[in-house]
């Protein structure tokens, strides 16, 4: 389905089918100039993407930004997993973010919790929070103030910072993903199977770019690193969002990260398409509800993420 909308603000269609043909890859030895926009994952499209594609593994949709109220008990030891990335009450980040909404918001909904939040950390008690807690969360996501603090403490705990070391290390924007996704899985510091222990494994067996060393063999050395960490932790025994994303992009030489997008997580397909003229950004970015002049087709990124133009039959 193609509609055609007239809207000011660059966005000239909503494109149906999954596209992408024609989209150019660097060779497996090539490096990606950190200058051109496309090995930085900082780029607002690259940063979509990254998004999109944890969301998958961490949530099993695209949809990230329908995530904020998710919360659960996953049974991995880390007490409730909740919101776009999987904070957990039993690793100090949830305590840390709701911290951070309470500074922005005191008297929130989950600013009763702190002292438990607190009690917990380190283990996989329920101590303090059981169903009320919950509740109070998936509350709390209704509020701006919430969603935004998710974002920031994303942002300021795991994001930024792989990004950064991912630039040090010249890797472009693949490989910086590859670190962001260890580091919301692993964490970081000093422990064995954190970003950083992980990083000096495959450094032990390549060189990085910014050593001298080639990029595909690095990342490589990287993944086979982090697989074995996530097989020896019973809740990570399924390693897809290496196997079957990460390492398909590599072998694709894609050290760009750029559409078209082709991957599966937990054996479910997903897809992110190269409209070829810059749309998807659009598309991407675009929120709350918006309407095509001439068509009114509604625009629920907020909602459904910008895959609700794709219309294809892997999951949006």
């Not at 910072?161 to 010249?170: E, I, M």
Request: net charge negative; hydrophobic share 40%; proline share 5%.
């Amino acid at each position: 389905m193609l509609a055609v909308c007239a809207m000011p603000v660059l966005l000239a269609a909503c494109g149906g089918g999954s596209g992408g043909a024609g989209a150019t890859h660097p060779a497996p030895n090539s490096k990606v100039s950190m200058a051109d926009g496309q090995g930085d994952l900082a780029n607002s499209n690259s940063k979509e993407i990254a998004m999109q594609l944890v969301s998958t593994a961490e949530n099993s949709t695209r949809k990230w930004r329908t995530q904020y109220g998710y919360i659960e008990d996953i049974g991995d030891d880390r007490g409730y997993t909740g919101g776009i990335i999987g904070f957990t009450s039993g690793t100090g980040d949830m305590l840390e973010l709701v911290r951070a909404y309470t500074a922005k918001a005191p008297g929130n909904p989950l600013a009763g919790f702190l002292p438990a939040l607190q009690a917990v950390n380190g283990t996989a008690s329920h101590d303090g929070l059981g169903d009320p807690f919950v509740a109070a969360w998936k509350d709390a996501a209704k509020s701006a103030e919430f969603t935004a603090s998710q974002d920031s403490e994303r942002d300021r705990v795991y994001f930024d910072p792989a990004v950064s070391l991912g630039k040090a290390d010249g890797l472009g924007a693949l490989g910086q993903f590859i670190y962001y996704d260890a580091a919301v899985v692993h964490g970081r510091g000093n422990g064995p199977s954190t970003l950083d222990a992980i990083r000096a494994t495959a450094m032990a067996q390549a060189a990085t770019p910014a050593q001298g060393g080639n990029e595909v063999a690095y990342l490589n050395a990287f993944l086979d690193a982090r697989v074995v960490v996530m097989k020896s932790e019973p809740a990570h025994k399924d390693v897809s969002r290496i196997e079957t994303a990460q390492r398909v992009f590599l072998q694709q030489g894609n050290l760009g990260l750029n559409p078209p997008l082709n991957w599966a997580v937990y054996g479910t397909p997903y897809s992110i398409p190269d409209t070829g003229d810059g749309l998807w950004n659009v598309a991407a970015n675009w929120s709350r509800r918006n309407y095509c002049a001439s068509k009114a087709v509604p625009l629920w990124n907020d909602v459904l993420g910008w895959g609700w133009f794709a219309q294809q039959s892997p999951k949006a």
